[in-house]
């Protein structure tokens, strides 16, 4: 047995915060990535659940940020000409000054931790900042400073209660003002130390695209992958060690050059594959009002074609095709029918693009399915659920990102 890691890429479609309603962290009954995750977790070879991974923090607000995350004070965001630009998609800030802090407030649907990793960037102008637990003493950050501008992650072993905070401030434990660049928080159920189990990291942003992850900077944004500094606390390294996914639409309206696609695929399959193996989806027929409907028929093309050429062959879920073959329509009609059976929601007038949580529902069941056969095939079980049943009491599962009430309570339990 050992102990597992999964990555999954994408914009919106991924992150599955855009609707208020469908994340667990926002009170909803999962996006399709919660729910796949919580399947797999919740087979006997594969989980229980160790962490729910790197939980950025945020560019804002809902529906570009998530509820997990507040910034106060003045923040300088990193541009592709700073060497320490190595935070996924380019989105972290850096300041210096004891008004400038982010918060992190853990879900309130959340299991309680048993500790917590930090990323930071051990960046040229840092100091030695701190932190502290639901507004307790402020405690020096303690790592031993190189500022070269290296990715850095070193864990706490202090247990944080749904609902409680991680305060991380620019100033060091008097209060005294150090540069300070954090890139997010690993939530953990279980110690770092545990030897089996799953990892599962969601590393999707709002509204960004795969040319933001991969684009070649000053620095390295695909750093979080493979080029982590372990500090104190013995935290574990966020390398995908079974496999990684990538579902991006934001490419096809931000840029809408599928040459540019294919050396973006090119590039993450570069980096992924000497790791794990890489999968691709293919999102369904979103509205036109974001991209054209030949735009988007021709990148789903373009990403059969590359995955087609590399050697192993990229396997490519593409969602489109399926809900096709299940009479949703094919191109220029899709989007329609599934807006109609509840599956997206409607945002700014004619745009329908974000699935709401039926739609989290259908693709959590096939995306398991394929995300089991591709790249856990090799772990017998399925997962541990009552059969034939609705769940009314709750069960409990060690290491749920969920709250039990709020995955189970009142939905059919799965037959797998």
């Given at each position: 047995?050992?102990?597992?890691?999964?990555?999954?890429l994408?914009?919106?479609?991924?992150?599955?915060?855009?609707?208020?309603?469908?994340?667990?962290?926002?009170?909803?009954?999962?996006?399709?990535?919660?729910?796949?995750?919580?399947?797999?977790?919740?087979?006997?070879?594969?989980g229980?659940?160790?962490?729910?991974?790197?939980?950025?923090?945020?560019?804002?607000?809902?529906?570009?940020?998530?509820?997990?995350?507040?910034?106060?004070?003045?923040?300088?965001?990193?541009?592709?000409?700073?060497?320490?630009?190595?935070?996924?998609?380019?989105?972290?800030?850096?300041?210096?000054?004891?008004?400038?802090?982010?918060?992190?407030?853990?879900?309130?649907?959340?299991?309680?931790?048993v500790?917590?990793?930090?990323?930071?960037?051990?960046?040229?102008?840092?100091?030695?900042?701190?932190?502290r637990?639901?507004?307790?003493?402020?405690?020096?950050m303690?790592?031993?400073?190189?500022?070269?501008?290296?990715?850095?992650?070193?864990?706490?072993?202090?247990?944080?209660?749904?609902?409680?905070?991680?305060?991380?401030?620019?100033?060091?434990?008097?209060?005294?003002?150090?540069g300070?660049?954090?890139?997010?928080?690993?939530p953990?159920f279980?110690?770092?130390s545990?030897?089996?189990?799953?990892?599962?990291?969601?590393?999707?942003?709002?509204?960004?695209t795969?040319?933001?992850?991969?684009?070649?900077?000053?620095?390295?944004?695909?750093?979080?992958?493979?080029?982590?500094?372990?500090?104190?606390?013995?935290?574990?390294?966020?390398?995908?060690?079974i496999?990684?996914?990538?579902?991006f639409?934001?490419?096809?309206?931000?840029?809408?050059?599928?040459?540019?696609?294919?050396?973006?695929?090119?590039?993450?399959?570069?980096?992924?594959?000497?790791?794990?193996?890489?999968?691709?989806?293919?999102?369904?027929?979103?509205?036109?009002?974001?991209?054209?409907?030949?735009?988007?028929?021709?990148?789903?093309?373009?990403?059969?074609?590359?995955?087609?050429?590399?050697?192993?062959?990229?396997?490519?879920?593409?969602?489109?095709?399926?809900?096709?073959?299940?009479?949703?329509?094919?191109?220029?009609?899709?989007?329609?029918?599934?807006?109609?059976?509840?599956?997206?929601?409607k945002?700014f007038?004619s745009?329908?693009?974000?699935?709401?949580?039926l739609?989290?529902?259908?693709?959590?069941?096939?995306?398991?399915?394929?995300?089991?056969?591709?790249?856990?095939?090799?772990?017998?079980?399925?997962?541990?659920?009552?059969?034939?049943?609705i769940?009314?009491?709750?069960?409990?599962?060690?290491?749920?990102?969920?709250?039990?009430?709020?995955y189970?309570?009142?939905?059919?339990?799965?037959?797998?």
């Open positions: 047995m050992a102990l597992k890691q999964f990555t999954f994408g914009d919106s479609l991924t992150q599955g915060t855009w609707d208020g309603a469908s994340s667990f962290s926002q009170g909803g009954k999962g996006c399709w990535m919660e729910l796949v995750t919580e399947r797999l977790a919740n087979i006997s070879t594969i229980p659940l160790v962490s729910a991974g790197l939980r950025r923090v945020a560019r804002g607000v809902p529906p570009y940020g998530t509820t997990e995350w507040s910034r106060s004070g003045s923040w300088t965001q990193t541009t592709i000409t700073d060497a320490f630009d190595k935070a996924p998609f380019g989105l972290a800030w850096y300041a210096s000054g004891s008004s400038n802090t982010v918060t992190y407030t853990l879900p309130t649907q959340w299991r309680a931790l500790g917590f990793a930090i990323d930071w960037i051990d960046y040229s102008g840092g100091g030695n900042w701190s932190y637990v639901n507004g307790g003493a402020w405690t020096a303690g790592q031993t400073l190189q500022n070269d501008n290296h990715y850095c992650r070193f864990y706490v072993a202090t247990a944080v209660q749904p609902g409680q905070t991680i305060d991380i401030r620019a100033a060091d434990s008097s209060g005294s003002s150090v300070c660049l954090p890139v997010g928080i690993h953990f279980l110690v770092p545990t030897t089996d189990g799953l990892i599962v990291h969601n590393i999707a942003s709002d509204g960004l795969l040319h933001d992850l991969v684009l070649s900077t000053s620095g390295d944004r695909l750093a979080v992958l493979d080029n982590v500094r372990l500090g104190t606390g013995s935290p574990i390294s966020s390398t995908p060690t496999g990684a996914s990538a579902m639409i934001n490419d096809v309206p931000d840029i809408n050059n599928t040459t540019t696609w294919a050396t973006d695929l090119d590039t993450l399959h570069a980096r992924i594959t000497p790791l794990c193996a890489l999968g691709l989806i293919s999102a369904w027929e979103v509205d036109a009002a974001l991209c054209s409907y030949a735009s988007q028929a021709s990148y789903r093309s373009k990403t059969k074609t590359e995955a087609a050429s590399y050697s192993p062959a990229v396997q490519v879920y593409d969602i489109f095709d399926a809900w096709n073959a299940d009479g949703f329509g094919g191109q220029g009609a899709q989007n329609i029918a599934i807006f109609n059976e509840g599956f997206i929601i945002l007038g745009n329908a693009v974000h699935e709401g949580q739609g989290h529902f259908d693709l959590a069941a096939r995306l398991y399915g394929w995300i089991r056969a591709q790249f856990f095939s090799s772990y017998i079980g399925v997962p541990n659920y009552t059969v034939a049943s769940a009314t009491t709750p069960i409990t599962y060690v290491g749920h990102i969920a709250a039990p009430t709020t189970n309570a009142g939905l059919p339990n799965f037959i797998e």
